[in-house]
Structure formats: structure tokens, C-alpha cells
């Protein structure tokens, strides 16, 4: 009889929160992120990628907030070019030149971003030294059919796209923890939680990235640690890595723009929020792929250009600078 009392009783309570939490979701996504949105003026945001694209911008963004920067990417020239930006804005920044694909360098690379970053005589090391905020951002795409992929690009988009978080994750999350206060962002993609037609080795990649910061999320909030994560899921983005790549209802599923995403996404992470999918017709299109049969859902990409926006992909034709 107390088992059964025991059984009622927790189940009341988790159909409370349940209920509780699902108005509030409703409820906050009608306040403006203006109002919600926490001050991390005075935090180091570390953003790998940062040399070009959506990188560069979310750096400048989280600049013009007032926090210090450390920028990593493979692409020095671009890279220095984001920290000049910065630095014009009156920013605190200080760049790293780092393959993501070599774990051994994302730790030897952490172990000296915490050391010298700290080499500025305003700030104390320690400072300027603990990351407070990590974009997981960096990320490479084959766009070949699945046979048609190297070997060696399948093995490097697993690397830069989902491993590099595990490394990166593991050489700042301590401190986080340790302090009770950070925010870790993993930028994924609309094809983390979809499979695309030509895109087999970067949705598989990105599939593993949602479930990483999924599982993390889980970790942090059962010990009860104030560390927050973030996963974004964009569909296509105008910043040239998928130059070529379609859609067939551009009201529905528009190419974003870069700025109006980057934006949305650190309005995101100032929140707290959890999941970002843009544009929020994802919402949608994911829900339904919980409840239709494959055959359906084969139908609905299909209509809607998701199985053949990669037909004409070109990818970045340009080095990026
Ligand atoms: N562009 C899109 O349509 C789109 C859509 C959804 C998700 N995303 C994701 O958004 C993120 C940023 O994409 P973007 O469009 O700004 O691309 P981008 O190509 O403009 O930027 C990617 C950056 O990562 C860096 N990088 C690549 N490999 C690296 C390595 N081995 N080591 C260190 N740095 C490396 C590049 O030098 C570049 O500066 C990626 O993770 C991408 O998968 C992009």
C-alpha cells in the first residue's frame, strides 16, 4: 500500500512539473529575449571557427556584449581578420591557430588558451584564463553522395564536427563545473535531427553532436550544476559552405541570412534556451517525423526539396579569408 502511495506521489509531482513547465515554455516564448536575457559582460567566450562565417559574427556579437573573445581556427588569416574587427570594437581578443581534427592539439591549445590568455594587465589570470562560454562551432562539409565520400573526409568531418566538441568540452567543462557557472553551445545543424538525401557523413555528424549535448545537458542538470548548454540547428545558411544547395519553398524553409541567424542564436544562449531551430517551421517539420510513417516522411522531404537540395551543391569555391 505505501509502495502504491510512493508510486501516486511521485507521479502527481512529475505531472505538475510537467504541466508546469510546458505553460511556461509556452508562456516564455512570447516575452522578448530582451527581457530575459542574462548579462555576460566580463565573461571569456571562447569560439572555434571564429575565422569566418557564422563564427566570426557570433564573436562579434558576444564582443559588442562586452565579454573578452579567444578565437581558434584552423584559418589564421581569417582568424586575425575576426580579431581585428574585435579589437576595433574596444575588445579584449586573442587568436590561436588550431586544426580541430588533432585531439592531442585541442588539449595542448586549451592547456595555453588558460595560460596566456590571461597575459593582460587589467586581468587577473584567472580571469581571463577560464573559458565562461564555449561555441562549438568549427565544421566542414563533404556534400558528395554517400560512395563518392573519401574515407579521409568522412573520418575529418567526425573529427571537426562531432569528436573536437568531446575534446574541447572535456579541457573547459572542469572549470565550469567547478565554478557553478558556464554555457556551452554546440552548433549543429537541421541536419542533426533529419538525414539528407547527400549528405550521409556531415548528418551523421551532426546527429552525434545533438546527442552529445543532449546527454551532457542530462549530466549537468542530475548533479544539479548551473552549467547551461545550447544546441542550434539551422537549415542552410547564405555564408558560403553550402553554396549551391536549395530549397524549394523559400517561405517555408528560407536560406537563412547570416547575421538574422547569429542573432537569433546568442539571443538563444542569453536565455538559456536549450534546443534552437531556425527557421522555426523545423519545429514542425520535427515533430511530424515523430508521429508519420518513413514512407510519409520520405514523401514530405520530398515535396518540400529536402531530398534533392543538395543536387546542385558547389560548396565554398573560394578560400576563405
Ligand atoms: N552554412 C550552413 O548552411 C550551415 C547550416 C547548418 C549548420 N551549419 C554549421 O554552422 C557552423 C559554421 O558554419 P559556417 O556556415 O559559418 O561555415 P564556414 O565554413 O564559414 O566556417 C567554418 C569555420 O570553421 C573553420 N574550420 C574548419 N575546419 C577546421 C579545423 N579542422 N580546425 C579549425 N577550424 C576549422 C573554418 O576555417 C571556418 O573558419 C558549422 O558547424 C556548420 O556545420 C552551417
Same mark, same amino acid.
Given at each position: 500500500? /505505501?509502495?502504491?502511495?510512493?508510486?501516486?506521489?511521485?507521479?502527481?509531482?512529475?505531472?505538475?512539473?510537467?504541466?508546469?513547465?510546458?505553460?511556461?515554455?509556452?508562456?516564455?516564448?512570447?516575452?522578448?529575449?530582451?527581457?530575459? /536575457?542574462?548579462?555576460?559582460?566580463?565573461?571569456?567566450?571562447?569560439?572555434?571557427?571564429?575565422?569566418?562565417?557564422?563564427?566570426?559574427?557570433?564573436?562579434?556579437?558576444?564582443?559588442?556584449?562586452?565579454?573578452?573573445?579567444?578565437?581558434?581556427?584552423?584559418?589564421?588569416?581569417?582568424?586575425?581578420?575576426?580579431?581585428?574587427?574585435?579589437?576595433?570594437?574596444?575588445?579584449?581578443?586573442?587568436?590561436?591557430?588550431?586544426?580541430?581534427?588533432?585531439?592531442?592539439?585541442?588539449?595542448?591549445?586549451?592547456?595555453?588558451?588558460?595560460?596566456?590568455?590571461?597575459?593582460?594587465?587589467?586581468?587577473?589570470?584567472?580571469?581571463?584564463?577560464?573559458?565562461?562560454?564555449?561555441?562549438?562551432?568549427?565544421?566542414?562539409?563533404?556534400?558528395?553522395?554517400?560512395?563518392?565520400?573519401?574515407?579521409?573526409?568522412?573520418?575529418?568531418?567526425?573529427?571537426?564536427?562531432?569528436?573536437?566538441?568531446?575534446?574541447?568540452?572535456?579541457?573547459?567543462?572542469?572549470?565550469?563545473?567547478?565554478?557553478?557557472?558556464?554555457?556551452?553551445?554546440?552548433?549543429?545543424?537541421?541536419?542533426?535531427?533529419?538525414?539528407?538525401?547527400?549528405?550521409?557523413?556531415?548528418?551523421?555528424?551532426?546527429?552525434?553532436?545533438?546527442?552529445?549535448?543532449?546527454?551532457?545537458?542530462?549530466?549537468?542538470?542530475?548533479?544539479?550544476?548551473?552549467?547551461?548548454?545550447?544546441?542550434?540547428?539551422?537549415?542552410?545558411?547564405?555564408?558560403?559552405?553550402?553554396?549551391?544547395?536549395?530549397?524549394?519553398?523559400?517561405?517555408?524553409?528560407? !536560406?537563412?541570412?547570416?547575421?538574422?541567424?547569429?542573432?537569433?542564436?546568442?539571443?538563444?544562449?542569453?536565455?538559456?534556451?536549450? !534546443?534552437?531551430?531556425?527557421?522555426?517551421?523545423?519545429?514542425?517539420?520535427?515533430?511530424?517525423?515523430?508521429?508519420?510513417?518513413?514512407?510519409?516522411?520520405?514523401?514530405?522531404?520530398?515535396?518540400?526539396? /529536402?531530398?534533392?537540395?543538395?543536387?546542385?551543391?558547389?560548396?565554398?569555391?573560394?578560400?576563405?579569408?
Amino acid at each position: 500500500m /505505501a509502495d502504491i502511495l510512493l508510486g501516486l506521489k511521485e507521479f502527481s509531482v512529475t505531472f505538475f512539473f510537467i504541466l508546469y513547465y510546458w505553460i511556461q515554455a509556452i508562456v516564455l516564448a512570447f516575452i522578448p529575449a530582451s527581457w530575459r /536575457a542574462k548579462d555576460v559582460a566580463g565573461e571569456t567566450v571562447l569560439v572555434t571557427g571564429a575565422g569566418s562565417g557564422i563564427g566570426r559574427l557570433i564573436a562579434l556579437r558576444f564582443a559588442r556584449l562586452g565579454c573578452r573573445l579567444v578565437l581558434w581556427d584552423v584559418n589564421e588569416k581569417g582568424n586575425e581578420e575576426t580579431a581585428k574587427q574585435i579589437k576595433a570594437l574596444g575588445s579584449y581578443v586573442k587568436t590561436y591557430k588550431i586544426d580541430l581534427s588533432d585531439r592531442d592539439a585541442i588539449y595542448s591549445v586549451a592547456a595555453k588558451t588558460k595560460e596566456e590568455a590571461g597575459d593582460v594587465d587589467i586581468l587577473t589570470k584567472e580571469e581571463v584564463g577560464d573559458v565562461d562560454i564555449l561555441v562549438n562551432n568549427a565544421g566542414i562539409v563533404t556534400g558528395k553522395k554517400f560512395l563518392n565520400c573519401p574515407d579521409s573526409m568522412i573520418q575529418k568531418t567526425f573529427e571537426v564536427n562531432t569528436l573536437a566538441h568531446f575534446w574541447t568540452c572535456k579541457a573547459f567543462l572542469p572549470g565550469m563545473m567547478e565554478r557553478n557557472h558556464g554555457h556551452i553551445v554546440n552548433i549543429a545543424s537541421s541536419a542533426g535531427y533529419l538525414g539528407v538525401n547527400g549528405l550521409a557523413d556531415y548528418c551523421a555528424s551532426k546527429f552525434a553532436a545533438v546527442g552529445f549535448d543532449e546527454s551532457m545537458r542530462f549530466e549537468l542538470e542530475m548533479m544539479g550544476k548551473e552549467v547551461k548548454t545550447t544546441v542550434v540547428c539551422p537549415f542552410y545558411i547564405n555564408t558560403g559552405m553550402f553554396d549551391g544547395a536549395k530549397t524549394r519553398w523559400p517561405f517555408i524553409l528560407p !536560406i537563412l541570412e547570416p547575421e538574422d541567424t547569429v542573432n537569433k542564436i546568442v539571443d538563444a544562449v542569453l536565455c538559456n534556451q536549450h !534546443i534552437v531551430m531556425l527557421p522555426k517551421s523545423l519545429y514542425l517539420f520535427m515533430a511530424l517525423k515523430g508521429v508519420v510513417s518513413t514512407k510519409v516522411l520520405a514523401l514530405i522531404c520530398l515535396y518540400f526539396g /529536402a531530398s534533392n537540395s543538395m543536387d546542385d551543391f558547389k560548396g565554398r569555391q573560394k578560400k576563405i579569408e
